[in-house]
């Protein structure tokens, strides 16, 4: 009877008040959802014949932690950000034709972590965790197993062959998921020589902030934190003076900034540490852009000062506004990192907000891009032990109460859960009860089933959104290293080129008069 009385209050909460359904009332008609699905059907239809082109530029998104229950959420919020109940709302990914499921697990690890990932859907190779750059007979932290284990990636693969490259990031520009298009590394935490064991230096490995300077000498955009693995041991940074956890931690003694700014000032490189910097540059006037904002990470997007510090939309405008001058194209990295951060923190908010606004990104990107000769790809490399469920009322408040008590301990619990994480609360022997706290709060760690100081990674297929010249190549299951063969295919780059005689960019197809009208207007913009 408890269970039956428990549920009979929770429909009525669902029902809302007088019994009214809380959806649109067009939606009680079927005509509205067969209109729907009929225009969703001739949209379908326009894929039989494919993009064939050849793609001139590739663009690669990457939601760290962005598993499917990330991406659904993601689209919740952002319509409930809108004003609407948010799940019929689309994300920009949404709209990529082309969805598939790649398989994350790392050479050594059922569950992987970012590093393996990165090392699969950047070089092509599956790797073990904790390692970037380097084949799976690369031992993490074993520094004598790097040399001749080192794979290249497809960041590489385009500047080898004239393409103009960049890196945006919201995290380190040394962390692991944008390290592996230009590192060699068995530890992904060897970020400067601070962080490496004296035997490791002794052996002749470099940490991860020089390799981003000395492997690929031309990466033509890099944007992201990570500032003090840049300077001088103690030396103090210029956003937070005296603050000793942000000063300088290389012991070398080396000024890579000052290097890099030495080496490029005569090609037109600009290094800008703050927002209005980034912004006031002409991109028509620059060549090289060094742009590093914070010390280690960079802050979430709902903590960002929007005055001082660029959100990672501004970061991927400036970058594509730079590297599309290079008639040869561009491959352009760009991490929504804080996602992961987020959930491993069990700050669900602050995770969802991180990939919404990757999501903007991604729109921004399209807006001043062509499907006809740009391959977009968005995708995760880990999932995580984050969901949402509870019989929850069309609308529900993404960070809001599911519509019932538990029929075990009485108490209310939020829609949104983690498998294990630093939200495992008791109080006086049993679960917190969630309505004494303020759980909508931006940094509220939602509940655990097991206590952890950190939530982990989940070992589940994440999904593949792509679009553009041969984005068809992405479909069905296969493993994560697949993906970046498929882009080098698409754009003629790496190791497979014999098909491209006779293919470009511009034999593409007639566009319509209202596709062209667009086209000028982005261009006069």
């Excluded at 603050?243 to 000052?258: F, I, P």
């Excluded at 951060?341 to 069990?346: I, K, L, Q, R």
């Excluded at 960070?399 to 294990?420: C, E, H, R, W």
């Excluded at 049993?430 to 070992?459: F, I, K, W």
Aim: hydrophobic share 35%; with cysteine.
């Amino acid at each position: 009877m408890k269970v039956i009385a428990l549920l009979v209050v929770g429909a009525s909460l669902i029902l809302g008040s007088y019994g009214k359904p809380q959806f649109p009332e067009r939606e009680k008609d079927p005509k509205f959802w067969t209109t729907w699905a009929q225009r969703t059907l001739k949209n379908a239809l326009t894929l039989q014949k494919f993009n064939t082109n050849k793609a001139k530029n590739l663009i690669f998104f990457l939601g760290d932690g962005m598993g499917v229950p990330t991406v659904t959420a993601a689209r919740i919020l952002k319509g409930q950000l809108n004003g609407q109940s948010g799940e019929e709302t689309q994300l920009n990914m949404d709209k990529f034709p082309f969805v598939s499921l790649a398989k994350t697990y790392n050479t050594n690890a059922q569950v992987p972590d970012s590093a393996g990932t990165a090392t699969a859907y950047l070089c092509g190779v599956k790797a073990n965790e904790g390692t970037v750059g380097v084949s799976a007979a690369g031992v993490r932290s074993q520094c004598n197993t790097t040399r001749g284990n080192e794979v290249t990636s497809i960041l590489r693969w385009a500047s080898d062959s004239g393409m103009s490259v960049g890196i945006v990031t919201t995290t380190r520009v040394n962390h692991a998921t944008p390290s592996a298009a230009y590192a060699h590394s068995v530890d992904r935490d060897w970020y400067s020589d601070n962080e490496m064991p004296a035997e490791a230096l002794q052996s002749g490995c470099k940490d991860i902030a020089r390799q981003l300077f000395d492997n690929i000498p031309n990466i033509a955009v890099i944007l992201g934190g990570g500032r003090k693995y840049m300077f001088p041991k103690n030396t103090s940074d210029v956003e937070y003076p005296g603050v000793a956890k942000h000063s300088g931690t290389r012991k070398d003694g080396r000024n890579l900034v000052q290097e890099w700014i030495d080496k490029k000032k005569a090609k037109k490189g600009h290094y800008v540490w703050n927002k209005k910097q980034l912004l006031s540059l002409n991109p028509n006037n620059v060549e090289y852009l060094l742009g590093l904002f914070e010390p280690a990470d960079m802050t979430y997007n709902l903590e960002r000062n929007v005055d001082t510090d660029p959100s990672l939309s501004e970061m991927v405008e400036v970058a594509i506004k730079i590297l599309r001058k290079n008639p040869k194209g561009f491959f352009l990295l760009v991490e929504g990192g804080r996602i992961d951060h987020g959930h491993h923190e069990g700050k669900a908010k602050q995770a969802l907000h991180e990939a919404v606004e990757m999501d903007r990104a991604i729109g921004l990107a399209d807006f001043i891009t062509s499907v006809h000769d740009t391959l977009t790809v968005v995708t995760a490399d880990h999932s995580h032990m984050f969901n949402f469920g509870g019989y929850t009322g069309r609308g529900n408040p993404m960070f809001g109460l599911a519509p019932m008590l538990s029929d075990v301990d009485q108490k209310p619990f939020t829609s949104i859960i983690y498998g294990n994480g630093p939200g495992y609360k008791l109080v006086n022997g049993g679960r917190e009860n969630v309505s004494t706290v303020d759980y909508q709060e931006n940094n509220y760690q939602a509940q655990a089933a097991v206590p952890l100081s950190m939530e982990t990674h989940g070992g589940e297929d994440v999904a593949v959104f792509a679009k553009g010249p041969m984005a068809h190549l992405l479909h069905g299951v296969y493993e994560q290293n697949y993906i970046p063969h498929a882009m080098a295919y698409a754009c003629c780059i790496g190791e497979n080129r014999e098909h491209c005689n006779g293919r470009s960019a511009a034999a593409r197809p007639a566009l319509s008069a209202a596709a062209a009208l667009l086209a000028v207007t982005r261009l006069l913009c």
